[in-house]
């Protein structure tokens, strides 16, 4: 009996949503399930998170081709399902240049590349809820870097191996196609054991993504099914896949693989025990070169910040990298966070054709649902695009410098602790911020996100406690050995990214207030503040 014959047994496209399977056992999701059925390679029925599946004896003649056939059928129904979602909610929250999902919940950016003269830029999205499950990929392409227009839905978890989400990961450019890497993420059983493969999906001139499933199948010895988010990069004559991985020991590390093709791939070994203790896992890893010097960029899971204030075991940062070919070898020193903020995880980055390193980042955090744009049907956005610079030994970080061509009505303001209204909340304002000294932002209605420049502990403290926000971790503080402190801040409706110093720190945030909080005042002094106010880009969405 094939594949196809239990699916039409089970009620064909009209009843089943998911299609798994083991050596063993087919299993499939139903979502009007009948009384068990007399079949004779029926075993049982289980519920599996509200989840109806009936599970069946897998025999010989049930290939996987027979279902990858199946799993291209799903996908259709589902991007037409998920494309009944792509109109945006109304939102007092929206952002306005930002990239934000039109409802449900939005994470990790992925795919980030420049193809065929356009930009391309995916992101997870689960469209039915504002939680984390079963991933899908938004692609949107620009022209600019600035307005991003909805090309699909183009990936979804239809086959057996990604049927619990299309999980992270890069794409590569080869003339006409575009190759999409990404983890493959399933739940088997009333347990929900994790299953992991590395997946690839193709696109040719243009049209729709086609998976060819797996190419890395089996894990490496040593780690756990916690390995995931491939950036594949050209190197030394081969191509190389790392992952972000966690030994069995619960360490977390880089895992490399190598191929010829890009499809056929052999482990080479796990990296990053020079750094010590360094969490439990690492997620999202990107590698890269500014300057002639090489860097890894990647989020580590479980540290224990040194600032009290800081709680969430979810952390960013970058070290420097050395690359060996034969035999190869990766070693890794100078771990630094990237972002100082509350609201930054999984960037990952391109190069444009003018030879710029350009980031993009979640402005989210795992675990962190409860936001009050869930009340109105989405979660989280985007950070800003980001160029990167190394120079005299330190990373600098600047919004690209596309975003200018949204700058309008330059106003210059002198602050003082009157309040000034803005009357918007869409806008950059640059000055210079002495010790003692409070810049307060979003302010009115009750409330305010204030940056304190504390000259006791000479630390540049965000407070963000007389707000909206729902998330525990409301302080941060940054260290800073500087006379002045210049601020560059990006505030868009419901976030704040700060540039500290020309881009040499920045602290990425959320920050929801009342829409009458557009005002902003300085405490300890009168300063001169340069504001301008923000054009809308093009919205992201279909239609």
């Known amino acids: 009996m094939s594949i196809h014959d239990l699916f039409v047994f089970c009620g064909g496209f009209g009843n089943v949503t998911r299609l798994l399977f083991t050596d063993e056992q087919l299993i499939l999701a139903l979502s009007n399930p009948q009384a068990e059925p007399n079949h004779p390679l029926f075993i049982q029925s289980q519920n599996v998170g509200g989840e109806c599946q009936w599970v069946f004896a897998r025999t010989d003649d049930m290939t996987s081709s027979q279902a990858m056939a199946i799993s291209q059928c799903l996908a259709e129904r589902q991007k037409k399902d998920a494309n009944t979602m792509s109109n945006p909610v109304a939102s007092v929250f929206r952002p306005a240049w930002h990239v934000s999902p039109p409802q449900g919940l939005l994470n990790d950016p992925n795919g980030f590349i420049y193809h065929n003269g356009q930009y391309h830029l995916f992101y997870q999205w689960y469209p039915y809820g504002c939680e984390h499950k079963d991933k899908h990929w938004v692609q949107l392409t620009s022209d600019n870097l600035i307005d991003w227009q909805w090309q699909s839905v183009a990936l979804t978890p239809s086959a057996w191996f990604d049927s619990h989400g299309v999980f992270s990961g890069h794409a590569v450019s080869d003339g006409d196609t575009l190759y999409a890497y990404y983890t493959g993420n399933t739940r088997v059983g009333a347990e929900r054991v994790r299953q992991t493969t590395q997946c690839v999906a193709v696109s040719k001139q243009g049209g729709a993504f086609e998976k060819l499933g797996p190419v890395i199948h089996e894990l490496p010895e040593g780690v756990t099914e916690h390995i995931r988010d491939p950036k594949v990069i050209e190197y ?277 207030a009342s829409p009458m909080s557009t005002c902003v005042s300085l405490l300890g002094g009168q300063e001169v503040a340069e504001v301008h106010t923000v054009e809308p880009s093009m919205p992201p969405f279909s239609g």
């Not at 070169?289 to 479980?302: I, R, S, V, Y």
């Not at 391109?350 to 402005?363: E, F, K, S, Y």
Request: hydrophobic share 35%.
């Open 236 to 512: 030394a004559g081969r191509w190389w896949m790392i992952l972000g991985a966690q030994t069995t020991e619960l360490k977390g590390r880089l895992a490399v693989y190598h191929s010829s093709d890009r499809l056929n791939w052999q482990f080479s070994g796990l990296f990053g025990e020079e750094l010590g203790e360094l969490g439990y896992m690492w997620e999202c890893p990107d590698l890269f070169e500014l300057n002639g010097q090489q860097f890894a960029m990647f989020c580590p899971q479980g540290i224990d910040s040194p600032n009290a204030c800081h709680s969430v075991e979810h952390h960013n940062g970058i070290a420097k990298l050395t690359l060996q070919s034969e035999p190869f070898n990766l070693t890794l020193r100078d771990f630094q966070t990237l972002d100082h903020g509350f609201d930054f995880y999984a960037p990952q980055t391109m190069q444009t054709p003018d030879g710029r390193r350009v980031l993009c980042a979640w402005m989210g955090l795992p675990d962190d649902v409860d936001h009050p744009s869930v009340d109105e049907g989405w979660l989280h956005q985007l950070t800003c695009l980001r160029e990167l610079e190394y120079r005299e030994g330190r990373i600098y970080q600047r919004p690209v410098r596309e975003l200018d061509a949204l700058l309008c009505e330059q106003r210059t303001l002198s602050l003082n602790e009157s309040l000034c209204d803005l009357g918007t909340q869409s806008f950059v304002l640059r000055m210079m911020l002495k010790w003692g000294q409070t810049l307060n932002l979003f302010e009115g209605d009750g409330y305010r996100v204030q940056l304190k420049a504390c000259s006791q502990t000479r630390c540049l403290v965000l407070d963000r406690t007389n707000t909206l926000n729902r998330s525990a971790d409301t302080i941060r503080q940054l260290p800073l050995a500087c006379q002045e402190i210049e601020i560059s801040a990006f505030v868009d409706t419901s976030s704040l990214e700060l540039f500290i110093n020309q881009g040499e720190y920045v602290m990425t945030s959320r920050v929801f």
